[in-house]
């Protein structure tokens, strides 16, 4: 099994938004996410910096998700352009 990539703050938002979660709030820098529909998942936060996310710090976010690591990946390099408009679906 490959590692994880490096990975900026903006990409695993990006990917936690995709997966449906949504930004319960911001205090500072950290940006708490929750999933609508799964709330045992609980708060996820992201340190939202410059730098890539170490990939201890990455490898937690996605357990916290409840994401494996395939399914992470697929939701990184999806591109909104290959998905049909919700008004479309």
């Not at 990006?14 to 708060?43: K, N």
């Not at 340190?47 to 992470?72: N, P, W, Y």
Request: charged share 25%; aromatic share 6%.
């Amino acid at each position: 099994m490959s590692r994880l990539p490096a990975c900026t703050p903006k990409d695993v938002i990006r990917v936690l938004e995709r997966a449906g979660f949504l930004l319960d709030h911001a205090t500072g820098s950290h940006h708490f996410y929750r999933h609508p529909d799964h709330p045992e998942r609980g708060l996820i936060t992201v340190a939202f910096h410059r730098k890539d996310l170490k990939r201890t710090t990455l490898h937690s976010i996605v357990k916290q998700a409840g994401l494996t690591r395939d399914e992470f990946l697929k939701l990184l390099y999806r591109h909104d352009h290959d998905q049909p408009h919700p008004a479309q679906a």
